[in-house]
């Protein structure tokens, strides 16, 4: 089975990760890619990593272009993927890296994003309960936001289990590839290096939406999220540091065993042996999340903690991941576990 | 007036900011500097950016070495400073910058430490209700750590104003000299580059005893933290995200006018106007700390955040203001309130 | 006496540096802040490290605003100098931190410029021969480029004692703040961390005819100047591996004596012990200047290290140093030795 | 075919990459891994990263140990090859990752090492003139040096090609993982973020006899090298700057052409479009090497400067290339030519 993909987007971070992967994919020939501001430049001067693509040029994103694949991937701004999605047919295999149908409620959408909400499709993180079976087989796919990645898997099973009273506070730090690769001077080198600081503070973050989501579905009633996200000196990278109350009658052995529990046979998933925690260098470029959680009986709180790449396992290979199933591959095809560490 | 001063333990990072701070300082005298293994070592090749100081040597940490000074600093290793400081008299001022006196509760060091309580001092963070007070004049100063100075500093003026429950959740990221200077693999620069780690997690870390402290004091009741701690890839540095729920009626307005009000006259301490967030970079190498706090009301959690410079305001420049405290100086004297960014 | 003085171009990295400095200068009094795009902006929005000046709004660089003052700094695009500073009058002091005077060949200036050359001034490099005595009492200050600062010194000792042969091979590292404030793609945190690259190689960047220039006056000859310049991911720097190949009857001893002397009395420029190498941490936001200089017996060639802060020594401090000789202060009045390390 | 592979010093920063880039090559199967202080502990402790190993647990490096594999790599400190390489007999391949059998001339291994010289084994450069060669085949390899590996492959055609004056200059900023994972002082985190350092200025790294042995070879002649390697703050990555004068004759058309001829066909070296600069980044986890070259009129120098990662093409993903090579397998096995960015 040779799987012939486009990529809309593919000067971006999104993008260019996704062509890494997608490169070292055995089943997938990379197609049409392209770019806007950037399209007629050679990927070489756009993204010079990427050696065996270098000579591509980026064409403009319209429909004739991304016609006749098996699979497009969208790697646009939010609010632009359901006008392309639209031209694409029914039959192809279309996996959105943007924001657009990831929540279920139209309000959230509109509340976080104010335009007029597109849709919902199924939701490409097949670790959590009921994910799996909705991407096998399916023609549309959203993969989830970076930090509803972390923090979902870092929580979720605490839901499930029954063991975490419903209002969630999560800190998370990302590395700066996550504000994307359009020039800010906020996002400089001499900005950034040496710093931290945190940004949509209180609640204002587009992802909590999608972290109540996630969090509520598993526990199944609504959780409140505090989040507070920082932009942490390092390309790459999320930690997400979750804490929850634990219901009467927790222990430590009864958060272990539902984490055991939650994991054990998720190929991605890697709950740390105790005592070791989870950093963001151990999975730098790779597919694996880093989860560890600990129950402190001084306050009685549940500390979950995970450590995902931002842009493999947060984006391009929950992609990635996501195709694999949806078009009935093996779901860890052409993905490593493997960090490029130190 | 001026003030000879002696530093004990002039090799690490706490000592080599104290003596940087020193240089600046008009009234201070720098008298003896000592050191345990590096003893007979010029600072020059220990401490190479101190340049006026490149050609003294350190000598042993000895009872006569520290004598004849009107100030004695205290750089050393938690369980050592007592033994110290018996011997330089009641009237030498003795400015501790480990953790010996810093707790009022010998259980708690117990607890934390596992050796024998020493005793308690004056505590060296003047913006604390009544701390100022009991430093002026005073002979014996505990520094405050550095993770508690960034947390009650973001914290205690939600506590004093009645607005928070007694159940605080705090993460922070501290830059890598927090760690100290004895080499240890974990602290190799090719491994916290690009990389954020927790550690400590589920209430271990010996700063968190010294939190619940000066939040109680604060909120005249016990407060319970939740701390968590993590390595950023930065060399200085803090940033810690403290949340609490909010007491029935607390707005948005109560929040800001309690601190407005708390740090209204404080020279240190800078409450960002709204909408402008803490980052370490603009307090690196200051005294200064960055506060800013917000009111979520979707989880009616009041989220306060600061910006410190872990050596500085967090050790040495903590260690300086309130040796001012102590002799009479102004207290900001050899203070700078501006970074070095970027 | 009380020097009031003025700073066009308030918001970018080199008059932040400027201003961090004028703030510890004891003579100094800081008038009229000028932006361009971003007048009318509180400065605590720009260079939030800056907390004294929080409050102060930027103005348009116009002759009126500008006008009253003793001392007036330009860090202004290059080009733009002229016109400002033909308004300020013959009796007001101006140091302009940018390109438009240093270079004494017109030739040159329009080569590397591409517009008309606009005159020499008075070169703000005290250390040099002759500099010195050419800045008292000046009323118009070119100051130095930063490549050209850690060059020139490294380098320049030996040139005067005819060590040297007229070729100089040299290679910099600088830190990104050099690059300006005005972002680019390929100045972004996620671009420039864990990255070193080159850029203008082989001759075509604009400090290199200034390096000619200095080398060159030192030498009494011309000195072919081979410059590479490297970013490298830290804020700022510069590290400057200078070597050329040796005259016939040099000697480690005689490289050595000829640095000695050129250095002994330079309360800024630092010669290490032998054995040490400069580092560019340890004049982290300092006006000094590290230097090292080996001879290779085995290829013959003499190998001269500097290390400064592009931004104080580099930029900034060397206006200073520049604006105390012209006035008639202490050359070291409000500038500091003294990194901040680690 | 199934290669066993065994790999004594599997804990370090060079036997990890190894271990990342064997675990992705579709013919090797890993067999014993070996330490020496860390013998008995998890892998999953050691190098998290390699999540797919994490249950190995090292054993103690022996002939014992080691017997019974097609492939023995040696990732040990120098000096311990030979004894080790002994023991494995002669049919078995061994690729040794240190220093000790990659000199020709064993004065130069003893004035640069000071014990006696091991011997000399086919070198593990294959894009050098004969290497390929004689590596097919043979049962003994010495992997290259990662600075020579970079200055090398910029520099040889220039003298191939007769058009380079045989005195180079040479300047190079690696990474920190080149130093090692033995905790020093001057390589804690806290030192290297922000700075750039020399090291071994003058001709003393022990890379020089190397450099000088592989320049002569292809130049015909003796090549003399001044090196001054340099400490970068990034985890990985060479950037090597080499300049040498140009021959009669020369011009940039010559130059370009001899490296066009170079390179047109090998498969891991990248001559980058003329405007394009190398950058560590791109080749970040990548056995790619990015190569550019000017010719600087003005001083008549030749300025050829690469970026390689000094872990993989710089150490394990040359030693795999070379293994393939002696094994009969396809060259580039195993390996990727797309870089982990940003």
Same mark, same amino acid.
């Given at each position: ?23 070292? +994919? ?22 010079? +990593? ?47 890296? /943007? ?30 309960? /009921? ?30 289990? /029954? ?11 990302? /590395? ?28 204002? +973050?587009? +992802? ?135």
């Amino acid at each position: 089975m040779t799987v012939r993909a486009a990529v809309a987007g593919a000067s971006g971070y999104a993008g260019g990760e996704l062509l890494r992967l997608l490169l070292a +994919h055995p089943e997938v020939e990379i197609g049409a890619l392209t770019g806007n501001s950037n399209a007629g430049q050679r990927l070489g001067a756009l993204q010079p +990593h990427l050696l065996p693509l270098a000579d591509r040029v980026l064409a403009e994103t319209t429909a004739e272009v991304l016609a006749g694949h098996d699979v497009v991937f969208l790697a646009l701004p939010h609010g632009q993927s359901a006008a392309v999605a639209e031209h694409l047919g029914p039959d192809v295999l279309v996996v959105d890296m /943007g924001a657009d149908f990831r929540l279920a409620d139209a309000a959230d959408w509109e509340a976080f994003y104010g335009s007029p909400h597109a849709g919902t499709w199924p939701y490409g993180l097949p670790e959590l309960p /009921g994910a799996r079976a909705a991407l096998e087989g399916s023609k549309r796919v959203a993969v989830p936001g970076c930090y509803p990645t972390a923090v979902s898997l870092a929580l979720y099973p605490a839901y499930t289990a /029954g063991l975490a009273e419903p209002e969630a506070v999560i800190v998370a730090a990302s /590395g700066t590839s996550g504000a994307g690769k359009a020039p800010k001077p906020h996002l400089l080198g001499s900005e950034v290096m040496g710093s931290m600081s945190p940004y949509g503070v209180g609640g204002g +973050h587009r +992802h909590t939406p999608e972290m109540i989501q996630n969090l509520s579905a598993a526990a199944g009633e609504r959780v409140a999220v505090s989040f507070t996200p920082t932009l942490a000196p390092m390309p790459r990278g999320i930690l997400a540091t979750c804490t929850a109350a634990a219901k009467e009658g927790v222990t430590a052995g009864t958060v272990r065993a539902a984490y055991d529990k939650a994991y054990a046979d998720e190929p991605f998933v890697h709950l740390l042996p105790e005592g070791q925690w989870p950093a963001t260098a151990s999975v730098h470029g790779s597919n694996a999340v880093q989860v560890q959680v600990a129950y402190d009986a001084a306050t009685r709180r549940i500390i979950a903690i995970s450590a995902i790449d931002n842009l493999t396992k947060g984006t391009a290979g929950g992609a990635v991941q996501s195709m694999n199933l949806a078009l009935g591959l093996p779901e860890g095809l052409g993905l490593s576990t493997i960090g490029v560490a130190p």
